[in-house]
């Protein structure tokens, strides 16, 4: 647990970074710092491992206040990512994953060994252990710089904008790659970020900063779209709040209705939309009325491709809305784990899920 | 010309180029050690770096000539200890090098030092560690035009007696034997050549990132 006591930054200029900040972080679950440039998210992290001194009040780690020990000692104890990965040009991507362990006086054996472990946890291929960054892409330094953070197996992970110089596709699977190292490691997470949307991604709880220093709200993702705290919230949470809202919302209960379909190949049926599956009952588009062919098989020319699919096992009331809204006849396609397809479901049966679930908070 | 002083005097000649190897090369690595942690000390503070810049650069504006026979003042040693030259060229390496290595560690990409520090990184074992083998390609550079420039810059010891090769200058024209001039011209080119080559094979050695290109990038 990280716990923010009345913590103040104030530089030398006489500009106060972060301001009487009281904020507990808890173990276990990826906390997001958020805000505009400027708000003290950065400044704020990077106290925790005292790469910045506070001015006033205490940073404690389990109880024990950061600034009683030695900082080098600290910072071993604590794993960093920071922005554009920072790995040392000079050294091989296993000699950077392996630079804790050797600070902490491992054999250079073990800690390379350990290195090789952290490469195929992160997915890199071990043919890359003897390049030198520079010959990595943007993608591939970033995750040496997740895997150079977790090799001595700190409780505490401090996530520096770590995905911001990298493009979008990138991000987007470096980011689902995060969480899926997250649900095997169960680390204590602060991550470091001015994306909103990367923020309700990530968070278990998300911390947004005001210009200033000082903390706007800090709350569930799902309540920081659904209620934010003012106007600064609102206005920074942006556009479109209410649908992203829904992604928070668990679409359990939603009641499927029936869905005639069609194998490929198979005569098609008469009426108006019908779907078409393949043998293991996936689907593949839809037929629609005016291209029947009264009876001759249906063939992949005839389709119209489909819209979102709402996984019935972990979608949310948004992925089911946008099933329904993207489906080119009005009837979103409900499928099992499998992709198999169990039913459909109309807008308005979110909508009204919805209501109920408004009702009941 | 007369040739045949060549073949007479192998035995001097080979003295004096050992002599000039080691009055060109001590004060390389002198200076060196002595730079490294005054350009440490640069890059601490502006004001430091600003003063150290300063006066490493007017040092380097001193003749060599009035340098050399000023020292033996200075130092209270004797006109024709080779510590004179030694110190001379030390101090040359010093102005040459202390700029050049400053430069490479501010260029350090700040990423890669935040990055060290709060991997655990104490500051000096982050200066040796990180900072320093980064600066090494710049400060190699730097080593070679310092070493090539005292291999010529010793010869001007001779006018007090101890210039290793500068000897046959000074002795050809007072005995006007052109091919001793002519052979102690033609060995410190290539002296300095070797060296220059040597350094270089060096730094390409101790720096094996830089060559690695980026053409694996996937």
New interface residues.
Partial sequence: MIEFRGVTKRFPDGTVAVDELDLTVTDGGITVFVGPSGCGKTTSLRMINRMIEPSGGTIEIDGTDVMSGDAAHLRRGIGYVIQQAGLFPHRTILDNIATVPMLLGWSRAKARSRAGELMEIVGLAPEMAKRYPSQLSGGQQQRVGVARALAADPPILLMDEPFSAVDPVVRESLQDELLRLQAELSKTIVFVTHDIDEAVKLGDKVAVFRTGGVLAQYDEPGHLLARPADDFVDGFVGRDRGYRGLGFLSADGLPLGALETVRLGSPAPSGDWTLVVDDADRPQGWLAGRDRTDGAPVTAEHLVPGGSLYDVTSGSLRSALDAALSSPSGRGVAVDADGRVVGSIGADDVLAALATARAAA | MNWSWIPRNLDRVAELTVQHLWLALLPVLLGLIVALPLAWLATRARVIRTVLITVTGLLYTVPSLALIVMLPLVLGIGILNPLNVVVALTIYTVALLVRSIADALDAV?Q??V?????????PLRRFVA?EL??AVPVTVAGLRVAAVSNMSLVTVGAIVGLGGLGALFTDGFQRDIPAEILTGIVLVLVLALLVDVALLAIGRAV???TR???????
């Fill in positions: 990409p990423a890669v935040a990055a060290a520090t709060a991997m655990g990184y104490t990180v083998p980064l720096t094996p990132w690695a290109g980026a053409g694996a990038r996937a």
